[in-house]
């Protein structure tokens, strides 16, 4: 019985209607400005005066750009004579330059990322993919390009310091 009771009155004081309060965000005001930081003002500087009042030129007194163009001459003469090598992909060497030109294009479509070249040493036409520092990654291209040309090999080459 006791239960059934505590049932009803929860039941009844569910349905009754709740009292909305009235308050609205015009009638809230605070002042927050002691939390605010402080900002020190700063005198508004007038830009015309302050490019007019530069002053006098003054010329520098430890300039050392005439020395640095001395040292870097000397340091690409001593560079003339060294060399890196480098790797790229040779897919197609021959004496035709129509055939050379269709292998760039096939190359073009099976790696667009790539940057097929065309070179032209008397008498015959190559067709040359990429220049990589790094063995290993000339290699991931040449497995990717040798199931399309399965004459493609990869080539070292000795190239200048610049």
Excluded: W
């Excluded at 009803?8 to 009292?19: D, E, F, G, H, M």
């Excluded at 060497?93 to 065309?118: C, F, H, M, T």
């Excluded at 790094?134 to 390009?145: K, V, W």
């Amino acid at each position: 019985m006791n239960r059934l009771l505590i049932l009803l009155l929860l039941v009844v004081y569910s349905c009754t209607p709740k009292l909305a309060t009235n308050k609205t965000t015009e009638d809230y005001s605070e002042d927050v400005s002691d939390f605010r930081p402080k900002i020190e003002t700063m005198e508004r500087v007038d830009e015309e005066k302050a490019i007019n009042d530069k002053g006098a030129y003054v010329p520098p007194t430890h300039d050392i750009n005439n020395e640095m163009a001395s040292i870097m001459d000397s340091v690409v003469v001593h560079n003339l004579d060294k060399m890196y090598l480098t790797y790229t992909i040779q897919v197609y060497i021959g004496r035709s330059r129509e055939e050379a030109n269709q292998i760039r294009e096939k190359v073009y479509r099976v790696l667009p990322e790539e940057k097929p070249i065309l070179v032209y040493k008397q008498p015959s036409y190559k067709v040359n993919v990429g220049k990589y520092n790094e063995r290993i990654d000339a290699y991931q291209t040449l497995t990717a390009l040798r199931a399309f040309f399965p004459g493609a090999m990869l080539v070292p080459e000795r190239n200048h310091i610049e």
